[in-house]
């Protein structure tokens, strides 16, 4: 096993030798080329962000926002020149992450955890270091050249039923913006990301503070932020400690902007009661408590009619309660409001097939399809071919989907083999 993982490392490093880290300076291999990098970020930044929640498109001026915070710190960064983009999700798991090429996203859940601008500049900051130093095309390289690929990152996407089904390129992107980092990787982007603080005009204590309330929290196995943040971003003591050091070196001092940040997140702020009664309603759901979960649920729309996640779960409940007529009408809401969405796209396609709507079943889960390939959708899309008696279409749904493994792909194969017969 030594011997194999040397040759690979030797073959490794004569066809691709090595490259200075434009962030540390410091020489290291390099198997994937810059382009490369780009590429792969820019094409899974869209699904990445769907098997995370979608976005968090009631409040679009926060996007604008976050966005702003992000380009100021990305203009002081080692990598200027890389094509930055931030955007919010719509998911209550504290989190944060970049993609290759600057693709950088923020959960809801974690902007209502900070108190100023400049504890959010200090997460935009590490995340820049990540994306700037190369950190998720590191991890990458690591599982190649040990031959694992890049499932050896082991993650699983999201508790979404259907992210474990995403096919292709946008299962690497989750699985690279879910990666959890190294201790030295996490470290280099705190000592980074503070820099950048300071170069962009931000108090870097808010860094110290930001990583002590993280440390707290971890300590109190809060089930979302263990979930979520501290699952790809662990906290330590001696985390704070280096941040400590280096502010002391530096010296503290510099913008907070409370006032702009707490004006900025006032409609999330608003919101948030919506999204409490959402996320209990998930729970009580988890207890097959449907008719209270419908309740709690009917909460958060009263709260916000125009969130598409909550019709969703209300549709979904009534799929449970073996009430598909209603569970239509709410899946259809959904797509109204987020056409986008490929989760409520394949709620909505598999309720009609199972109401024998096949031409609405066929239209939303190719559409779904078209914004996140999932092994269910196709699957499916080859049953529908086959109630219509078009056996050339099933049978290339049903190759698609067999090339997932897992139960999908076994009922796939057993398909395909009864259509050879």
Known sequence: MLKALLTALTLAFTLA????????????????????????GAEQYKPTQQTQGGLFYLDPELTVY??????????????????????????????????????IAINRGLL???????????????????????????????????????????????????????????????????????????LESDYFGIRYMKAAGYDPQAAVELQQIFLEMSKGRSAGFIDGLFATHPPSAKRVAANRKLVSEIGGGGYRGEDVYQKKT??????????????????????????????????????????AMFYNLRGRLYQQQENLDKAAKDFDKAVELYPEMYVYRINNGLN??????????KDNLTQANQSMPTSIAFLRLGDIAVKQNDRGEAITNYRTAAQAGGDIGQEAQAKLARLSQ
Request: charged residues 20%.
């Open 17 to 40: 030798g090595c490259s200075v880290n434009p962030v540390t300076g410091e020489r290291q291999l390099s198997i994937i080329p810059e382009s490369q990098e780009l590429t792969m």
């Open 66 to 103: 976050v966005r702003e915070v992000g380009m100021k710190l990305a203009a002081v960064s080692d990598r200027p020149d890389l094509p930055y983009d931030f955007v919010v999700l719509n998911s209550s798991v504290p989190n944060a992450w970049a993609l290759p090429g600057g693709k």
């Open 112 to 186: 209502t955890a900070f108190s100023d601008e400049a504890q959010l500049a200090s997460v935009l900051g590490h995340e820049i270091v990540h994306a700037a130093a190369r950190h998720s095309v590191q991890r990458m390289q690591q599982a190649q050249i040990i031959g694992l690929g890049v499932g050896a990152l082991g993650l699983a996407l999201t508790d979404n039923e259907w992210a474990g089904m995403v096919m292709g390129g946008a299962a690497v992107g989750a699985q690279l913006a879910l990666a959890q980092y190294s201790q030295d990787h996490e």
């Open 266 to 307: 006032a409609l999330l702020r608003k919101l948030q009661p919506a999204y409490d009664a959402h996320d209990k309603a998930v729970e009580l759901a988890g207890k097959k408590e449907y008719a209270a979960a419908i309740d709690k649920v009917n909460q958060a729309i009263k709260l916000a009619p125009r969130e």
């Open 352 to 361: 009609a097939l199972e109401q024998n709507n096949l031409a609405k079943a």
